[in-house]
């Protein structure tokens, strides 16, 4: 997202770009009544391992890396229960005498926060025949653009509305694209904290909720970087004086000769920068060594 994060939450217009990494989700049937499931790093190695029996959906088995999700060891469990939340919607959902194998791949390095989650949740659907868009809802909860960025392969304009957001393909292909950079902030964020640090301040928000959708409309029709990075900066500052955080550049970066600003849940996983070839260096220097360009991580 790179426009209208924690705003969207209440209706306001976001800017979302689908990245080229993402989750792949195999399934094959099998002649036992079980569920097998394993799921995969971007470098081929089985971080959780979970056997179900069916059509109970009773845990039989799970081994996990509890370093992979910051020590959770709740990981089997939060998969029976968003398999619970399916079988709410889809009585018919693995109530068979009969199993399945299901793999899952990431095409990214887990820790980064692009989407683990909402790409399982749009994938399960999928597989189940269920709306996305409710079963977020019913388990980890947010706006769902990240539903729609796995389901569109364009820009998009988001607006959340329930489990029926309004979701419409965009033209967003700025000519300065070449000066856009991705730099990882070395930590992962939790977006449900971000979202309850939101909550807190979230009340009475209706002429912020109308800026922040003026700026992504900018975002969409900025024609040069300094339009552009006047908008990132005026978001910032709504964004900022709303959840009472500071600016990223105000914290880390004071000295870059560019416009940053953060993507997501505030203290975490990206940033947008905007500089030149000098960019990765300065990051680099700053101990940040994940550096993309932006024609690299957007699909």
């Avoid at 996983?269 to 994940?290: M, V, W």
């Amino acid at each position: 997202m790179l426009s209208g994060e924690y705003f969207v939450l209440d209706g306001a217009k976001a800017l979302a770009v689908p990245t080229s990494c993402g989750q792949d989700l195999i399934v094959e049937p099998i002649n036992t009544p079980q569920l097998i499931w394993n799921s995969y790093t971007n470098e081929n190695h089985c971080w959780l391992e979970v056997i179900l029996d069916i059509p109970k959906l009773r845990l039989n088995s799970a081994t996990f890396e509890a370093e992979k999700e910051g020590g959770n060891d709740k990981l089997a469990e939060n998969l029976v229960e968003i398999l619970l939340q399916i079988r709410k919607l889809n009585p018919s959902f693995l109530n068979s005498k009969k199993g399945f194998s299901v793999k899952t791949k990431l095409t990214f390095p887990i820790y980064w926060g692009l989407g683990t989650s909402s790409t399982l949740i749009n994938n399960l659907s999928n597989f189940a025949g269920v709306n996305p868009y409710e079963l977020l809802q019913n388990t980890f909860g947010g706006s769902g653009y990240d539903i729609a960025c796995a389901q569109n392969d364009t820009p998009i304009l988001f607006t959340s509305n329930g489990i029926e957001p309004i979701v419409k393909q965009v033209e967003f292909d700025p000519v300065f694209k070449e000066q856009l950079y991705f730099v990882y902030l070395n930590k992962k964020q939790n977006s449900r904290e971000g979202i309850e640090q939101y909550l807190k301040f979230c009340k009475g928000l209706t002429s912020q909720l109308s800026d922040i959708s003026t700026l992504t409309e900018a975002f969409i029709t900025c024609k040069r970087l300094n339009d552009f990075e006047k908008a990132i900066n005026e978001h910032e500052k709504i964004v900022s004086k709303t959840i009472h955080l500071k600016r990223v550049q105000e914290l880390l970066f004071s000295d870059y000769f560019g416009q940053t600003k953060s993507l997501g849940a505030w203290g975490g996983d990206f940033i947008l920068a905007t500089g030149n070839e000098d960019t990765p260096t300065y990051f680099k220097q700053k101990g940040f060594s994940t550096v993309i360009p932006y024609k690299d991580m957007v699909l």
